[in-house]
């Protein structure tokens, strides 16, 4: 991990009451919200804790946060590897600290568990934004599986937003899934690209194009800028075969083309990115995104609470045993499943229930 935003027991110029388990949840609160980073840090490791008393606290922690009424700019970025996500992140927040924003960084990479995490591999990458004081950069949770991943780095999200940070990065791999999470954590999505032949938009996953609002085709310098701006148009076209959103004003979602390299054409990215962020307040439409992705994280967190409570010693003998038998041929699969949750909550088949739990669907 990184020596900068990691939390470590407090140096020379921390009091004693301010170290270590000592401090409480309230000054902890405190101290993110004037701008600490290592408080901050201290914090996110908190809500990233998978043990039950760091739960508790973490939950007081974020509703401590939350009544700053800070509100950042929350930008998902995603992008396949090796497209430019880092140095992109790299010149992006560069330009805006630049212009005195305050900019948070977060992964949302489930792999980085085994590789290190993406941020951090690419450190040298953002080597320059990593020491700019006006910057935070935080590696994906070491869990191996993306729903506790997003759940947690949506939290963290909410922690940098309550600490001041007007713009946060949510960086992921564009490998499949992942996309479509980062997009229930973000207000705007900025899918990036590399300039490429006409069939590789194939590869591009419908669902990932209808998540996007922006389409950035990166590397357009030297020798690929032609393609570049070939390929753009084509996402172009692409874009305007999409069901139009609501959400979106005429223009939108848009291509366009930059070079994170040379730092070319990222002014504009944000000049859409403010504009339609502008557009989507006086819409009401920002509000109720905002309102849509908390419903659909706490639809998250029961299914992950319920499942749980499924995985938990007492629950997980019973579910052996049951399973035994099932295997057996001694009891039906579905009896089986009554019988445990019977056990587990006497009143829960008392009442009809859906085959899944679906948000939208249950939603207003
Ligand atoms: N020509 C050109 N190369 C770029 C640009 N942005 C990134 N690269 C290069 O593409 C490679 C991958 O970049 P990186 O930021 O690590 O991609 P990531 O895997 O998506 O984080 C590196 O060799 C970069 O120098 C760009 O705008 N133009
Ligand atoms: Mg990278």
């Not at 560069?94 to 977060?106: D, E, F, Y």
């Not at 791999?173 to 490429?196: H, I, K, R, Y």
């Not at 390299?261 to 339609?276: K, M, P, R, S, Y």
């Not at 499924?310 to 019973?318: D, F, G, N, S, V």
């Amino acid at each position: 991990m990184s020596g900068l935003d990691i939390p470590l027991p407090a140096g020379p110029k921390m009091g004693r009451k301010r170290q270590g388990a000592i401090m409480d949840t309230a000054t902890l609160a405190e101290a993110v919200i004037a701008g600490d980073r290592r408080a901050l840090a201290r914090a996110i490791t908190k809500v990233e804790s998978t043990r039950a008393t760091d739960r508790a606290q973490a939950d007081a922690l974020l509703e401590a946060v939350a009544r700053s009424g800070r509100e950042a700019i929350r930008i998902g970025l995603s992008g396949t590897p090796g497209v430019g996500k880092s140095t992109f992140i790299e010149s992006f927040g560069l330009m805006l600290t630049g212009q005195g924003l305050r900019v948070a960084v977060l992964a949302v990479d489930p792999s980085s568990a085994r590789t290190g995490g993406s941020i951090l591999g690419d450190k040298t990458r953002m080597e320059r934004l990593s020491r700019d004081r006006a910057a935070f950069i935080r590696p994906s949770p070491s869990q191996s599986h993306l729903g506790g991943v997003a759940r947690r780095t949506r939290e963290a999200v909410a922690l940098c937003e309550g600490a001041g940070y007007d713009i946060v990065l949510i960086e992921t791999v564009g490998v499949g899934q992942s996309e479509t999470v980062v997009a229930e954590l973000s207000d705007v999505f900025l899918l990036l690209l590399a300039p490429a032949g006409g069939d590789e938009l194939q590869g591009v996953k419908r669902g990932i194009m209808e998540a996007a609002d922006l389409i950035v085709v990166n590397k357009a310098d030297g020798d690929l800028k032609a393609t570049a701006t070939r390929t753009c148009a084509d996402y172009a076209g692409a874009l305007r075969l999409l069901r139009r959103r609501p959400q979106d004003p005429a223009d939108f979602p848009k291509a366009m083309t930059v070079s994170a390299l040379e730092v070319a054409g990222l002014d504009q990215v944000w000049a859409e990115i403010t504009a339609l962020v502008a557009w989507r307040r006086a819409q009401g439409h920002w509000q109720a995104r905002r309102a849509d992705q908390a419903r659909h994280w706490f639809h998250e967190e029961l299914r992950h609470v319920l499942l749980g409570r499924l995985a938990a010693p007492e629950a997980r003998a019973q579910r052996l045993a049951l399973a035994e038998q099932v295997a057996q041929g001694q009891i039906t699969a579905a009896r089986a499943a009554r019988d445990l949750i019977a056990q587990l909550w006497p009143e829960f088949l008392d009442v009809d229930h859906p085959e899944s739990l679906d948000a939208t669907r249950d939603s207003a």
